[in-house]
């Protein structure tokens, strides 16, 4: 299973992935982006790789387990 994370610390809530990816990202109560669902479908791979080429500081990872 593909897992989409977003790592707060890294954040700075540029809003680059929930601008370009509403589907997938959104702010939490933080104000620091949150994937929507951690589960990426086949359908979604490519969006959340150019989220995590796009975040400027790199918060965004997947990992597959
Ligand atoms: S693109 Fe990166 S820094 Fe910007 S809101 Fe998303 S996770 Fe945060």
């Keep these: 299973m593909k897992k989409l994370k977003v790592d707060k610390d890294l954040c700075i809530s540029c809003g680059a992935c929930v601008g370009a990816f509403p589907e997938l ?6 104000d620091r982006a949150q ?7 086949k359908e979604n791979l490519e969006e959340a790789m150019d989220a995590i080429e796009g975040c400027p500081t790199n918060a965004i990872s997947y990992e597959e387990n």
């Design 25 to 30: 990202f959104e702010f939490g109560e933080d």
């Design 35 to 41: 994937a929507i669902k951690e589960e990426i479908s």
